[in-house]
């Protein structure tokens, strides 16, 4: 009843590669650009989900920036300026940000990030706001 088609198995198989391939690349480039970053657990880059996480501390900004990458539109800002965050602290142009979320440039952009040289910034943490106290005196 059913016809098996080798093309059929084979280009099923080939997408697999391909895309088994595309994760296991852009999680060791990310793993190595939270190395460069100093990151406390490099290894998150390998979790899906944690290692947006992850993005979003190597860029410096607050936790709620994952909300934002959860809303269809907004996710492409925020993942945009998550990644020229990123971009800055690996002391890069922000250009390389943008890049990182461009399918296809993006490959070539997170490898670029993760194996150039130079020395990268620290993450900007967010900071609380201070508040200063005036002495009357």
Request: proline share 6%.
């Amino acid at each position: 009843m059913y016809e098996s088609s080798s093309a059929a198995g084979w280009f099923g198989g080939m997408f697999l590669f391909l895309w088994i391939f595309l994760y296991f690349y852009l999680a060791f480039t990310q793993f190595k650009i939270a190395q460069k970053l100093r990151h406390q657990s490099p290894w998150w880059a390998w979790i899906p989900i944690v290692n947006l996480f992850q993005q979003i501390q190597m860029s410096g900004k607050e936790w709620y920036w994952f909300i934002l990458c959860l809303i269809p539109i907004v996710n492409i800002f925020a993942f945009a300026a998550i990644w020229m965050g990123i971009a800055r602290n690996c002391n890069k142009s922000s250009g390389w940000g943008i890049m990182a979320i461009i399918p296809f440039l993006n490959l070539i952009a997170w490898g670029y990030l993760a194996f150039s040289s130079g020395e990268p910034t620290q993450p900007s943490a967010p900071q609380p706001v201070r508040q200063e106290h005036q002495h009357v005196g």
